[in-house]
């Protein structure tokens, strides 16, 4: 059974930082590309982050570029997202999800086969 287990949400002064993490089981971690989405109240789930499922490439949504960091450790089966300079408009749930490896990594939520439950994030101004 495949588990994917967020951590790290809270309340944040805008201008701070948070750092998720996922911690992933029942699956071969190592043959799956890693991301983190989105969804704020009212609005549909969006893409935030990936990661491939050697490390080497990442990609990012362009209003988290340069302020996110999304990385893995295959030997702990955990995807770490560093979150700094927080907006009140990263308030949102976060969800992390596992995709089996393509040639490039996918935006899309149809790409990705297994998604954790969710962990809330909110933002003060």
């Known amino acids: 059974q495949v588990q994917l287990v967020e951590s790290g949400g809270g309340l944040v002064q805008a201008g701070g930082s948070l750092r998720l993490s996922c911690a992933a089981s029942?699956?071969?971690?190592?043959?799956?590309?890693m991301a983190w989405f989105r969804q704020a109240p009212g609005k549909e789930r969006e893409f935030v982050a990936a990661?491939?499922?050697?490390?080497?490439?990442?990609d990012y949504a362009d209003s988290v570029k340069g302020r996110f960091t999304i990385s893995r450790d295959n030997a702990k089966n955990t995807v770490p997202l560093q979150m700094n300079s927080l907006k009140p408009e990263d308030t949102a749930v976060y969800y992390c999800?596992?995709?089996?490896?393509?040639?490039?990594?996918?935006?899309?939520?149809?790409?990705?086969?297994?998604w954790g439950q969710g962990t809330q994030v909110t933002v003060s101004s």
């Open positions: 029942g699956l071969t971690f190592s043959r799956y590309a």
């Open positions: 990661i491939s499922w050697s490390g080497g490439n990442t």
């Open positions: 999800a596992a995709g089996q490896t393509t040639s490039s990594l996918k935006r899309i939520e149809s790409a990705y086969d297994y």
